[in-house]
């Protein structure tokens, strides 16, 4: 999905319908885990994950961003 329509909320609500979606999501959308957003002091090119039993979220740190 598009970032601007990628949201945790309309994620867990698409689940109770079955459905499953990936796409980007926005900083500044609710949600999700501060230790994502801060890309200070790790390596280029590094994943970070949070998880639940339904939700998986990837932070990644691409070239040139830390």
């Known amino acids: 999905m598009d970032n601007f329509f990628t949201d945790l909320i309309l994620a ?11 796409g980007m999501l926005r900083k500044n959308r609710m949600g999700i885990p501060k230790k994502l957003l801060y890309f200070g002091g790790r390596e ?7 998880q639940t039993s339904d939700v998986t979220l990837e932070s990644y740190v691409p070239t040139g961003k830390n």
């Open 12 to 22: 867990e609500d698409l689940l109770q319908n079955k459905l499953t979606i990936t």
């Open 44 to 50: 280029e090119k590094s994943s970070m994950f949070a």
